[in-house]
């Protein structure tokens, strides 16, 4: 059985975590793919408002917490769709990419552990180049990878570093890419003051697939840092690329800002978020530090002052129809010490909104799925079980007038 989702667009995708490579297949298993197509209405449809919807039950599921290694995920970092409804998927605990049929039966694999041409000492990002290909950046081996869809290695290209003044040297980041496929790379110096709190410096320079540099795009601050340590409540700064646009969070507050040609950050957007006092954010962070035992957090949360405010956006994504996804800062979900940095906390409340500033929906994220990719009628993330077992799921999205 199988619903075609034919997709077009590109959505940023980061991979959370440095991969370990692992071999083997467990053949003679049984494989939970589900394929539940377009349920819609009743019980089965997500929390709807301002005439945006997401449904609750996945049109498309992969995975399984036992059966043959295809379908065994150690930790999704990054997934999107291709153009005829394919699924790229990184698992960030294998140095390798894995692609799925539009029914969910797994097709190929692509990469693994190596220096060589094909192969990841890690894989730091995933992303669909505008002509079919899958992009993917290894930050270890400053390499910019390029595979068709059927797999085959196209171009492997090492980053130029260039000393031009204030261009990023330390590339750690993917931030996105433009509609002419040239990216957003990114070095990170870490605050570092003796006393007080420091923030990070995140240097974003422009590259070509190519890996030549195009020029310098600006700094965003990064991590806010107590003597060296990060804040629980620190923003966590966000990026996404409308056309040639660059937009970004990297504050307390609720605007967005756009990297203009100069470098310079303009605060352009204002989207109203979080109705929380952080005296009140701090007492959920406790809650939920004791619910998961963290006791080494816990610890520390004893030895800080609590936090004056906490941040407005927890999260920012882009779809394919050039609107960008802002998520409501929840801090049981989105604070530093509970989820990955990298990635928005699962569930919440996103509101939708134009380069104009005009918010065009709030839609609820279905519970428990952390989105990794946007279109224009398709949600691509993670999901998780009550034993902790990843799955991807792709959720359909309505729009009004859709």
Not at 39 to 53: K, M, S, T
Not at 76 to 93: N, P, T, W, Y
Not at 108 to 128: L, N, T
Not at 341 to 358: F, I, K, M, Q, T
Request: hydrophobic residues 40%; proline residues 6%.
């Amino acid at each position: 059985m199988g619903t075609e989702l034919g997709i077009g667009g590109s959505t940023l995708l980061v991979c959370r975590h440095r991969c370990r490579g692992r071999d083997g297949v467990a053949p003679g298993v049984a494989v939970w793919v589900s394929v539940l197509g377009s349920l819609w209405g009743g019980e089965l449809a997500a929390q709807v408002r301002d005439g945006i919807e997401i449904g609750n039950v996945p049109l498309l599921e992969i995975g399984v917490a036992e059966g043959e290694n295809p379908y065994l995920f150690s930790g999704i970092s990054g997934a999107f769709l291709l153009d005829d409804g394919r699924v790229v998927v990184c698992d960030g605990e294998l140095v390798e990419l894995r692609v799925y049929g539009s029914d969910g039966s797994f097709m190929h694999r692509v990469g693994g552990r190596g220096e060589g041409p094909g192969e990841f000492r890690q894989i730091d990002a995933i992303w669909p180049v505008s002509d079919g290909r899958i992009g993917v950046w290894d930050a270890e081996n400053l390499r910019i990878s390029t595979f068709s869809a059927e797999g085959e290695l196209v171009s492997a290209e090492r980053v130029k570093i260039e000393m031009q003044a204030g261009m990023p040297r330390n590339l750690e980041l993917f931030l996105g890419s433009f509609d002419n496929d040239e990216m957003i790379l990114a070095s990170v110096d870490a605050g570092s003051a003796s006393s007080g709190v420091a923030a990070d410096q995140w240097t974003l320079g422009r590259f070509s697939l190519d890996g030549d540099p195009q020029g310098l795009l600006g700094q965003l601050r990064g991590f806010r840092r107590l003597v060296g340590s990060p804040l629980p409540f620190t923003p966590i700064p966000s990026v996404a690329v409308l056309g040639d646009t660059v937009w970004a969070v990297d504050g307390y507050g609720p605007e967005i800002g756009r990297l203009d040609a100069d470098g310079s950050f303009q605060p352009a957007i204002a989207v109203p978020t979080v109705d929380l006092e952080a005296d009140e954010a701090w007492s959920f962070l406790r809650e939920e530090l004791q619910r998961r035992d963290a006791g080494l957090f816990l610890q520390l949360m004893d030895r800080l002052p609590p936090p004056d405010e906490i941040p407005q956006i927890g999260g920012l994504l882009v779809d394919n129809a050039r609107q960008l996804w802002v998520k409501v800062y929840d801090p049981s979900v989105d604070a530093l010490w509970i989820g990955d940095p990298l990635l928005p906390g699962a569930g919440g409340e996103w509101r939708v909104v134009g380069s104009d500033g005009e918010t065009r929906g709030t839609v609820q994220m279905p519970d428990g799925v952390t989105p990794l990719a946007v279109t224009e009628d398709r949600l691509v993330g993670i999901a998780r079980d009550a034993l902790d077992v990843e799955r991807l799921v792709v959720h359909r999205i309505r729009r009004a007038g859709g």
